[in-house]
């Protein structure tokens, strides 16, 4: 089982912001909040992601997830800054796909 990141976490009564983010464990893909993992994302890496998503990959052995957002032909992989996250572009240049290499750094 390998860490992923909560859905939960606790307010700060002086401003209502969000304060501690705890690390559970996922045995399964459906332990997984996709869409929390999503938007997560998009906040770490300045990102804007398809919400259709035809496939999601879940290595539980490493914590490496792929969600794939349309099937593309041809899809060319670009990593980000840190390496933490691969993102693949069709033809188009469009977001076909993301790789997150460890999803406890989201």
């Given at each position: 089982?390998?860490?992923?990141?909560?859905?939960?976490?606790?307010?700060?009564?002086?401003?209502g912001t969000k304060e501690v983010q705890e690390v559970h464990k996922a045995?399964?893909?459906l332990d997984i909040d996709v869409r929390k993992v999503l938007e997560r994302t998009e906040k770490k890496y300045g990102l804007r992601l398809p919400r259709k998503v035809v496939m999601v990959d879940y290595g539980d052995d490493v914590g490496d997830l792929y969600i794939r957002f349309k099937h593309a032909k041809h899809a060319e992989g670009e990593p980000t800054d840190d390496g933490q996250v691969i993102v693949h572009y069709d033809e188009s240049r469009d977001i076909a796909a993301i790789e997150i290499l460890d999803i406890a750094n989201i």
């Open positions: 089982m390998t860490p992923i990141l909560s859905v939960s976490s606790t307010k700060s009564k002086k401003r045995g399964t893909l």
